[in-house]
């Protein structure tokens, strides 16, 4: 839960820093922040699985799963930079 409650305090403030130094748009900005949300999970869960199973010749121990695991869960709180800003986007 941590780890969650850190990735939506970092999102939402890599999603200002989008905004206001790097002058993207808002609707950029949200798209890139759902992006990571989306894929950060995707990819971790699928090292995870990979890497479980021994491919590639190595193999997790019990810490550096967790880990993965952890950053999935990080990453997945990015949304919460992005979630319900659709509307406002579209009027504006």
Known sequence: FAAG???????????DALVSSLHFRRTDAR???QSVALGGPALAMLALCLLSA?????QLERDEAEALFVVAVGCQA?????DGWGA???ST
Do not use: Q, R
């Open 5 to 15: 409650a850190v990735g939506s305090l970092a999102a939402g403030a890599a999603c």
């Open 31 to 33: 798209k890139v922040m």
């Open 78 to 82: 990015g949304s919460a930079a992005g």
């Open 88 to 90: 406002p986007d579209i």
């Open 54 to 58: 021994g491919a590639g010749g190595l």
